[in-house]
Every structure is written in structure tokens, then in C-alpha cells.
């Protein structure tokens, strides 16, 4: 549990072995912008993240350089990992017996996380179950991200990798996001009272199959950044790869820029 008013993440921070990290309202988790490793919060296949904040006290996971002097990726961002069905990938043998049972599932499918190591089995997500949670985000803003955790490899404000419908997200922000400012990765997690303002690319980005539902997303592009509001894939390499991608949005409102389009529907 996180109770103190401030913590600074140095380098890649990981919640593994099914644990659960608790995060109380008004906690602030700083980005470490000093020690050349980028600093992310990574939540692994089955533990997770209670993050709730309230209105008056949000939790906030920003960069730690000064306030007037934050920078789109200052530090990675937010990855929460799960075990909800994905449309890519292959059943990686470990010589764990249950592993070995999960592979022998009809459609259990693992990706990894882009920019950690393919050795690091902590960047793993997928699997067959549908309504697990990775978490409770609640009254939490997340600011400045979009690091690389490799060459080429950012991270978004808000990554989701197979999280599952049990997952609970409302009342968030991103905000200047250097890559995407929320992308769901399959599954089946959903959300509600989103905003996502000033992503660098796209604002909502989708694809391996991710079935959630949204509700009251307020996405804003700024003038001279930014990419798409929405976009939408399920897999460039097979586009009837199932489960196809099929989210539910409803109560949206895009606002954008001449140089910005709202939605990108394809593959």
C-alpha cells in the first residue's frame, strides 16, 4: 500500500506474483526524469493495481521534473497486464505444468509488451479468461508519459493487455501522452468518464481483438500534435483473426484539428 504523499519511481517498477498494489487518494507517483532509465508502472499477468482516488484527491502519476517544466515523455507511463483472450501471438511454454495445460487450450494466445525484453516473462499477457480484473483505477490522472522502454518502443499514457471485463476504469485522464494516450490490447476491459487530452499520436488506439465498452469519453487533440481520436484495428496480418475486435462507445465527444482526423476504422 501507498499512503504517502509522494513516491518516486526509478526505473521500471514491476507488480508481480498475483499481488495487489494499493495506491490511496491524493498519493503522488513521480516518474524519475534523472537516473537515464526511463521509469514505468508495470503491472503483470495476475497481480494488480487499486488506484482510487476521489474528486478532490486524485491519485496523480506524473513526471517528476517541476511543475511549469513537464514534458510529454518524461518518464513511460502505465501498463497493466492480464489474462483475457487476445487474437495474436502463441501459448508460451515455460515447463510449468500448468502452463503446459493453459497451451493445450483451444485460442490461448500470449503477446508480450512492447519494449521489454522477450526474455522477461514479466511482459506477458493473454490467455482464456475473459471477465479477470488487472484492476480499479478510479479519480486517477496520468500525465506526460510516452517514453521508450527500447529503441522505437514507446509506452502510452495507458497501456491494457488483455485485461479483463472485471477490470474497473472511471473518472481518469491522460493527458499529453507522447504516444498513444490509452491502447487496449484484446480482452475485454471497458470504461467510463475518460478523458484523454493532448496525445501525441492517437488518443483511443485498439487492435488484438479487444471487446470492451466505453462511456463518456471526452477525447481532446491539441493543435499541431496528435494523430487520430480513434484508431481502430483488430490484426493487420489477418483481419478475421478471432476474437475480432468489437468494442462498444457510446457518449463520445471527439474534438479535433484540421490536422487531425477523428476516427481511423480499418483492418
Same mark, same amino acid.
Given at each position: ?7 518516486i ?11 495487489e498494489?494499493?495506491?490511496?487518494a491524493?498519493?503522488?507517483v ?9 521509469s514505468?508502472?508495470l ?8 488506484a482510487?482516488?476521489t &474528486?478532490?484527491?486524485?491519485v ?6 517541476p511543475?511549469g517544466a513537464?514534458q510529454?515523455?518524461d ?14 501471438g502463441?501459448?508460451?511454454d515455460?515447463? +510449468?505444468?500448468a ?6 487450450s483451444?485460442g490461448?494466445?500470449?503477446?508480450r509488451?512492447?519494449?521489454i525484453? &522477450?526474455?522477461? %516473462? ?5 490467455g482464456?479468461d475473459?471477465?479477470s480484473?488487472?484492476?480499479?483505477l478510479?479519480y ?6 510516452g517514453?521508450e522502454l527500447?529503441? +522505437?518502443?514507446?509506452?502510452n499514457g495507458?497501456t491494457?493487455?488483455a485485461?479483463g471485463s ?5 473518472q481518469?485522464?491522460v493527458? =499529453?501522452?507522447?504516444? +498513444?494516450?490509452?491502447e ?8 467510463d468518464?475518460?478523458?484523454?487530452s493532448?496525445?501525441s499520436? %492517437? ?6 481483438g ?8 471526452v477525447?481532446?487533440?491539441f ?6 481520436g ?13 476474437? =475480432? ?13 484540421? +490536422?487531425? =482526423?477523428?476516427?481511423?476504422l480499418?483492418?
Amino acid at each position: 500500500t501507498w499512503s504517502c504523499p509522494l513516491y518516486i519511481l526509478q526505473g521500471k517498477v514491476f507488480v508481480t506474483d498475483g499481488a495487489e498494489l494499493t495506491i490511496e487518494a491524493g498519493v503522488q507517483v513521480l516518474g524519475d526524469t534523472s537516473s537515464g532509465e526511463e521509469s514505468a508502472l508495470l503491472v503483470t499477468r495476475g497481480a494488480s493495481l487499486n488506484a482510487v482516488g476521489t &474528486a478532490d484527491e486524485p491519485v496523480v502519476l506524473s513526471s517528476g521534473n517541476p511543475e511549469g517544466a513537464r514534458q510529454t515523455g518524461d518518464w513511460a507511463g502505465v501498463a497493466l497486464m492480464g489474462s483475457a483472450a487476445i487474437n495474436s501471438g502463441s501459448c508460451i511454454d515455460d515447463g +510449468d505444468p500448468a502452463t503446459e495445460e493453459a497451451c493445450e487450450s483451444p485460442g490461448f494466445l500470449e503477446g508480450r509488451l512492447e519494449g521489454i525484453d &522477450a526474455a522477461d %516473462d514479466r511482459g506477458r499477457f493473454g490467455g482464456d479468461d475473459d471477465t479477470s480484473s488487472c484492476g480499479t483505477l478510479k479519480y486517477v490522472r496520468i500525465e506526460f508519459a510516452g517514453a521508450e522502454l527500447s529503441p +522505437d518502443n514507446e509506452l502510452n499514457g495507458l497501456t491494457l493487455g488483455a485485461c479483463g471485463s472485471g477490470t474497473e476504469i472511471s473518472q481518469v485522464q491522460v493527458h =499529453r501522452g507522447k504516444d +498513444d494516450g490509452i491502447e487496449f490490447f484484446g480482452g475485454t476491459a471497458g470504461m467510463d468518464h475518460v478523458v484523454i487530452s493532448g496525445a501525441s499520436d %492517437d488518443s483511443l488506439d485498439w487492435d488484438l481483438g479487444w471487446r470492451g465498452q466505453v462511456q463518456f469519453l471526452v477525447v481532446h487533440q491539441f493543435l499541431g500534435i496528435g494523430d487520430n481520436g480513434f484508431e481502430s484495428d483488430n490484426l493487420g496480418s489477418d483481419e478475421d483473426a478471432e476474437p =475480432r475486435s468489437n468494442p462498444t462507445i457510446f457518449n463520445a465527444t471527439l474534438v479535433g484539428t484540421p +490536422d487531425t =482526423r477523428g476516427m481511423v476504422l480499418r483492418e
